[in-house]
């Protein structure tokens, strides 16, 4: 079982960056793509971003596009969130997702296509 750990979430204000990792601890991420949700507080998980396992696709909710940016190094077995200009609307916990998602589609963010899954870490945007 692929093991997902992230980090980086922290208390920020409205303009501010973030990078969150997710990082495996068992297993290589080498092979899966890799989506990162969130769910802010009363209301459902929904994606935010994909990166194939090769890097070579990536896609963004409407919301974020253009001020987050995923990245990734496989040889370091990890994956990063870049998120700049965040906004108090972007306050949620994040989680990470590995899966066999072609990263395309409406379907990429289906929570059934995603085997592993992180614990979340915290995103609060507050002036």
């Known amino acids: 079982q692929v093991e997902l750990a992230e980090s980086g979430g922290n208390l920020v204000q409205p303009g501010g960056s973030l990078r969150l990792s997710c990082v495996a601890s068992?297993?290589?991420?080498?092979?899966?793509?890799i989506s990162w949700f969130r769910q802010a507080p009363g209301k459902e998980r929904e994606g935010v971003s994909c990166?194939?396992?090769?890097?070579?696709?990536?896609n963004y909710a409407d919301s974020v596009k253009g001020r987050f940016t995923v990245s990734r190094d496989n040889d370091l077995n990890t994956v990063w969130l870049q998120m700049d200009n965040l906004q108090p609307a972007d306050t949620a916990r994040y989680y990470c997702?590995?899966?066999?998602?072609?990263?395309?589609?409406?379907?990429?963010?289906?929570?059934?296509?995603?085997?592993?899954w992180g614990q979340g870490t915290e995103v609060t945007v507050s002036s």
């Open positions: 997702a590995a899966g066999n998602t072609i990263c395309e589609g409406r379907g990429m963010w289906l929570e059934r296509g995603y085997d592993h």
């Open positions: 068992r297993w290589s991420l080498k092979y899966y793509s």
């Open positions: 990166i194939t396992w090769t890097g070579g696709t990536t």
